[in-house]
């Protein structure tokens, strides 16, 4: 099995900034896309930002220029650097990755993880 820890979140004013972290474990051969969504009571989970295993990164248009997605390999991490927060990134964050993990044989399946609080508030 490949478990998700995500860490990082918490309750920042407005302009402030956070980073959150998800490190995957288990018997994980490869890992492909690793992104960020995030969701609020009443909507849907959105995209927030991905990056695939070559370092190509793509966000949602309403946090261009303020969020930073990158991961570490060999740590089987990807992060979310948040600057610039405002009132509206407020949500619960999951990250989401796309792995090869063997269990006997090999399997590739999409992992989510459990969700961590992002309030900005003064």
Partial sequence: QVQLVESGGGLVQPGGSLRLSCAASGSIFSIYTMGWYRQTPG???????????????????????????????????????????????????YCKVDCMYYSGSYYRRVYWGQGTQVTVSS
């Fill in 43 to 93: 909507k849907e989970r959105e995209l927030v930002a991905s990056i695939t295993s070559g370092g190509n990164s793509n966000y949602a248009d309403s946090v261009k220029g303020r969020f930073t997605i990158s991961r570490d390999n060999a740590k089987n991490t990807v992060y979310l650097q948040m600057n610039s927060l405002k009132p509206e990134d407020t949500a619960v964050y």
